[in-house]
């Protein structure tokens, strides 16, 4: 670290961590194919601006945070909704015994393990994520565990503008759209 960083406090921004906005989180939620009913997975789920939506839409969220103090914050926030709050880490994400929708906004540098493991099932039923820009592209183009990504369809949905997070992060964001074939 450059001496003129040290000592200085870390930012959101230097840690990575950049919630996205609740106006945009129901825009996310409004373009994925969540019905009532649904069990749905926010991995990642920071604040829950992805899982109040998705409540408000009737789906049963499994709200996936590793962080302790924002996964205790979710419990409290969501105490009297259908969320389970799981306080887990993405990289060993074990996946439910049923058939799933995801919702996420996962850490960007864990983009490829995810979406890996939940091409790795015949019980994801669709998934939207937002990631770089670039990366929703590459992994469109050439989704990891290609013997498994032949059952599902992906593409590039709306591009999520820098200001759709607070902070805002150093690139722009889309919706990789994934579906069964």
């Keep these: 670290m450059p001496a003129s960083e040290q000592g200085r406090r870390a930012s959101r921004r230097d840690w990575g961590w950049h919630p996205l906005?609740?106006?945009w989180a129901a825009r996310v939620v409004e373009g994925a194919p969540v019905r009532a009913g649904d069990l749905v997975l926010?991995?990642?789920?920071?604040?829950?601006?992805?899982?109040a939506p998705l409540l408000d839409a009737g789906a049963r969220v499994v709200a996936v945070e590793l962080h302790p103090g924002r996964a205790a914050a979710l419990r409290r926030r969501f105490a009297d909704a259908p969320v389970r709050v799981v306080a887990?880490?993405?990289a060993d994400l074990r996946l439910p015994g049923r058939p799933f929708r995801v919702v996420s906004n996962p850490p960007y540098q864990l983009s490829t393990a995810v979406l890996r493991t939940?091409?790795?099932?015949d019980r994801l039923l669709s998934a939207d994520l937002v990631l770089q820009a670039g990366a929703a592209r590459r992994l469109?183009?050439?989704p990891p565990g290609a013997r498994h990504a032949r059952r599902f369809v992906l593409d590039v949905g709306p591009p999520v503008p820098r200001r759709?997070?607070?902070?805002p992060p150093r690139v722009d964001s889309a919706v990789l759209r994934v579906?069964?074939?």
């Design 21 to 23: 906005r609740a106006d």
């Design 42 to 51: 926010d991995l990642g789920a920071g604040t829950g601006a992805l899982t």
């Design 88 to 90: 887990h880490d993405l």
């Design 118 to 121: 939940l091409l790795s099932t």
């Design 140 to 142: 469109a183009a050439a």
């Design 164 to 167: 759709a997070f607070h902070p």
């Design 179 to 181: 579906r069964r074939r």
